[in-house]
């Protein structure tokens, strides 16, 4: 049977996609099918690609079917889709708990294993530059996307039953300083703080450059111990990645519903434009420029994305980039450093979705700002968006901060939960691409890549 459908795979995921095809249509009203056939036909296109990941076997695969499979839960078992939602924060769980000394191991050994303050300065000043250039091109491509499309003009208030999250008084630009770096690295770990733990390892590898290697070689080796240890723990976490994706994608279904509110779909929809410019518009052309074997990158990068937007959190793709992005041929050295450094200060998607979200915010409370009040927000995006946490909904803290520093209301932001995860599910994945490709252009600037 296994070796039939291996043979036959291909015609199996094109009768697969004419079911959905067809399941889609009837969801949507276009097309007049009875609900419990097209129920059937579902869970019939469905059962074609179980037996695909049967013959195929490989993790990736089993993610996608996942995210398909809890769907369907979502939609046609709302009831059930509700409670699945304990398989993610398993997940997340899990993965939280490798993060912090996966960062520590690989980033000592990443910066104190060159032995060479010259090269880990040039790999710190050449990753910072090219972050902060990509970062801010994701923020004008918000802008402009937003004011484009205009999807909060004309907005009605929603009611939401959903909190927001709590939020202090808003931040000035010393106390975004301040929280970058860390006055008890335990808290920090606690508290899930990822730029306080990449400062804090940062300073800690230097520290370890400047002593005798006599000293430093026992360190290096609990780091490089450390670091492996991790990516094997990681590997077992990652069988349960099926199963997390399949929940959280239930649990997203069954709570929203298929019908989304014109002005929420309109700005998905912004939002999903605006990452496909910016994927193909400013990705693509520097992956060209650098003359990188594409083929060879989206193979080595398909697994981490999947993840990335299966969960919403780029915490839970980082292991995986890791291992990944080394398989491909890029050195550990460069890996270790650009990768984690890049979940602070990288998050291409994140910074993109801000700045349109903000903009959203002001246009659905009937606010117009000038070309300058936007100017002035993203300049503060540009400092606050540095340190958002690798974790779905983190960015929502951000952008209700923002909210509090220009007096916007919180109720437009009430109204973005509804389609907030679908809305992280794509910033983070892009996130995800956006540092697997930061690696491999400064492994390329380096030298560092084995073709």
Not at 243 to 266: D, H, R, W
Request: charged share 15%; proline share 3%; with cysteine.
């Amino acid at each position: 049977m296994s070796q039939w459908v291996s043979k036959n795979s291909g015609i199996l995921v094109l009768v697969t996609i004419a079911i959905l095809l067809l399941s889609a249509l009837q969801i949507t009203g276009i097309l007049p099918i009875d609900p419990y056939f097209s129920m059937g036909l579902r869970w019939l296109g469905l059962l074609a690609l179980i037996s695909i990941g049967i013959s195929k076997n490989k993790l990736t695969t089993w993610i996608f079917i996942s995210m398909i499979l809890g769907i369907f839960i979502g939609y046609d078992f709302p009831e059930v889709g509700r409670e699945l939602n304990v398989l993610s924060k398993i997940f997340i769980k899990l993965i939280k708990c490798v993060i912090a000394p996966l960062l520590f191991g690989t980033l000592v050994l990443g910066i104190a294993g060159h032995a060479d303050l010259k090269k880990v300065g040039r790999l710190g000043w050449k990753s910072i530059l090219y972050f902060e250039v990509i970062t801010t091109i994701a923020l004008v491509i918000g802008l402009v996307a937003i004011n484009w499309s205009k999807a909060g003009v004309g907005i009605i208030q929603i009611d939401n039953a959903e909190k927001l999250p709590d939020i202090a008084k808003a931040q000035g630009w010393k106390d975004i300083v301040l929280h970058t770096f860390p006055e008890n690295i335990a808290k920090s770990i606690a508290e899930g703080q990822v730029l306080q733990i990449v400062v804090f390892s940062i300073l800690f590898a230097v520290s370890l450059l400047l002593i005798s290697e006599s000293k430093r070689k026992p360190m290096l080796t609990f780091a490089d111990s450390l670091s492996t240890t991790m990516f094997k723990f990681t590997e077992i976490i990652m069988y349960f990645a099926p199963f997390a994706v399949g929940g959280a994608m239930a649990y997203t279904i069954s709570n929203m519903g298929i019908e989304i509110l014109k002005n929420l779909l309109i700005l998905l929809g912004t939002l999903y434009i605006a990452l496909i410019v910016l994927v193909l518009g400013v990705f693509l052309p520097i992956a060209f420029f650098v003359k990188l074997d594409i083929k060879k990158f989206w193979q080595h990068v398909i697994q981490p994305l999947s993840i990335a937007f299966g969960t919403a959190s780029s915490e839970a793709a980082l292991p995986s980039a890791m291992e990944n992005m080394e398989k491909m041929g890029i050195s550990r050295q460069i890996v270790s450093f650009v990768l984690p450094t890049g979940l602070s200060f990288n998050l291409d998607g994140t910074t993109l979705y801000l700045s349109l979200a903000t903009i959203f915010v002001a246009q659905a409370a009937g606010i117009e700002l000038s070309l300058g009040q936007q100017i002035v927000m993203l300049l503060t995006l540009m400092l606050t968006s540095k340190g958002v946490a690798g974790v779905a909904r983190a960015s929502l803290v951000i952008l209700a901060g923002m909210a509090s520093t220009f007096g916007l209301p919180d109720w437009p932001i009430a109204a973005i939960l509804g389609i907030d995860a679908l809305m992280d599910m794509a910033r983070t994945a892009v996130n995800t691409l956006g540092n697997c490709l930061a690696t491999a252009v400064i492994a390329k600037w380096e030298g560092e890549l084995k073709e």
